[in-house]
């Protein structure tokens, strides 16, 4: 790929997480534990803590709370050019509550986003110059899904990214509370041509987009029917909130091959939720740094697996982690139990 500014640069909401700690119920607990998190953030500094340079295009509210999630995205190392800032009285910062499980209970979340200030954002306030300065845009179905809006500067920001030379990289991250299968999938099937890295799981192949059959034919009718690139399908089994299996396949149309590796099993978890937003950070990394599908896949199951030992929507690994991880996954002999 061409040089530029950014290696990727992401569109979408970024919120404001509250989480009662150790276990402790919503409806109970005193106490709310306080961080920043939403989909696009999170892919954006899984990358940028590999080593590559990311910005994300967001906007958030003049106040306090916007100045907090500021701060953060600066933290992990990703771009804040592009953030914009919303001064009308009812500019707000959108929240959820997560509350952890543990087996029987499951884990639950509470939304509270409705108008929030990245619903007003306009194409018109956003820079030209940056359409021609990333080598990858991401954003997801949760961009698409948040209002009429959002989704019509998202659908725009896809056509001039991929017009300035950006390969385009889409999670369709499906949220039932945003919107329903059939409004999805129309709104998608419009966006699909663009697309050249797509992230989708096989849930949402069978019953948004109504396909059968075998797992990898359906992977590879993305690319016969849109021209995507890449595919790259997650497979997780949840032994207990707690206890997690991970691993994935991804296809390359070039190659025309599917690559996978053994999973990672009995994965000791602490938060799950940024995990799948890991996974797409590792891939976009390997195809960035390497431009290896084989290496794509092995970054995006460690940097999946590792994220959900860490508490919170970002991660904290670095390349020398994942590397590390990476190895130790493939290794047969024995291995130290701590790092010293």
């Not at 940028?48 to 500021?70: E, V």
């Not at 991401?138 to 998202?154: W, Y």
């Not at 996978?260 to 994965?267: C, D, F, S």
């Not at 999946?304 to 290794?331: C, Q, R």
Request: proline content about 4%.
């Amino acid at each position: 790929m061409e040089k530029k500014s950014f290696d990727m640069m992401s569109f979408g909401e970024i919120m404001l997480r509250l989480s009662p700690p150790q276990n402790e119920r919503m409806v109970r607990g005193e106490v709310f534990e306080k961080r920043a998190g939403g989909s696009e953030l999170n892919v954006a500094s899984g990358i940028s803590l590999l080593g590559l340079r990311t910005g994300i295009i967001s906007k958030l509210p003049a106040n306090d709370l916007g100045t907090y999630i500021k701060n953060r995205v600066r933290f992990v190392g990703v771009s804040d050019d592009y953030l914009l800032y919303d001064s009308t009285p009812g500019a707000r910062l959108g929240v959820y509550y997560y509350e952890s499980g543990a087996h029987p209970r499951k884990p639950s979340i509470v939304y509270d986003r409705m108008y929030s200030s990245i619903n007003n954002i306009s194409l018109e306030e956003i820079p030209e110059e940056v359409y021609t300065d990333a080598r990858i845009f991401h954003t997801s179905g949760i961009s698409l899904a948040l209002s009429a809006n959002t989704r019509a500067v998202a659908i725009e920001l896809i056509k001039k990214f991929k017009a300035g030379g950006a390969a385009i990289s889409f999670d369709i991250n499906y949220r039932a509370n945003l919107w329903s299968e059939d409004e999805a999938r129309e709104t998608i099937q419009t966006v699909l041509p663009y697309v050249d890295i797509l992230f989708i799981s096989e849930e949402t192949s069978r019953r948004m987009f109504r396909k059968t059959g075998d797992l990898r034919d359906i992977m590879k009718s993305y690319c016969a029917e849109y021209g995507v690139r890449i595919v790259a399908t997650t497979q997780r089994t949840v032994i207990s909130p707690k206890i997690h299996t991970f691993g994935s396949i991804l296809y390359s149309r070039e190659a025309d091959a599917f690559y996978t590796e053994p999973p990672y099993e009995n994965i000791d978890v602490v938060d799950r939720l940024g995990s799948g937003d890991a996974y797409v950070a590792g891939v976009l990394f390997g195809l960035l740094q390497y431009n290896d599908p084989r290496k794509a896949l092995e970054f995006g199951n460690a940097t999946s697996s590792v994220k959900n030992t860490i508490p919170g929507d970002l991660p904290s690994s670095d390349f020398k982690e994942i590397a590390s991880i990476i190895a130790s996954h493939k290794s047969t002999g024995p291995q130290s139990e701590l790092n010293r």
